[in-house]
């Protein structure tokens, strides 16, 4: 049998195991380069997003980031803590309306060198090519999954 052909069905090669286990890496890469900032990986990227547009419904902010509603308010509520993002009731269904702060504004410009240093740097490890077919993978996979 070919040295790198693995076997599939062996529970050391699970797909879910390893994603998550080099996820927990790559995370912890990128924490160690914001952590200065005061900020979580995940942390910044709501706030990216919330940098992109005025207002986000909850469930909008949710979806585009992939999270479920409770881990996003879980990432939310140090935010709203330091006074980087705003949360507020929007109309009567319940809804709640997420807005970063000019605060929160200003956070995003100082973290982003330190989150393109660990792009760089990762991007690096893997080589671009290589991590534009990984991340070309990742979607269509994480499509044909959500299906």
């Keep these: 049998m070919n040295e790198n052909v693995r076997d599939m069905e062996s529970q050391q090669n699970c797909v ?6 080099v996820t927990r890496a790559v995370t912890q890469f990128y924490d160690a380069e914001m952590r200065r900032h005061g900020i979580r990986p995940t942390q910044c990227s709501i706030l990216v997003a919330g940098n992109s547009k005025e ?3 909850m469930a909008d902010l949710s979806d585009v ?5 409770t881990t996003l308010i879980r990432n ?3 935010l709203q803590r330091d006074g980087l993002m705003l949360t507020e009731a929007a109309g009567k269904a319940g809804r709640v ?3 970063i702060t000019a605060l929160g504004r200003k956070k995003v410009e100082e973290a982003r060198p330190a989150w393109l240093a660990a792009q760089r740097a990762v991007v690096e490890t893997l080589g671009r090519d290589r991590w534009s077919a990984i991340f070309t993978d990742l979607d269509k996979a994480a499509l ?3 299906k």
């Design 76 to 78: 939310l509520r140090p």
């Design 16 to 21: 879910c195991f390893n994603l998550r286990s």
């Design 144 to 146: 044909a999954l959500s």
């Design 97 to 99: 309306k997420v807005s």
């Design 55 to 57: 207002s986000w419904s």
């Design 65 to 69: 980031l992939g999270m479920d509603r």
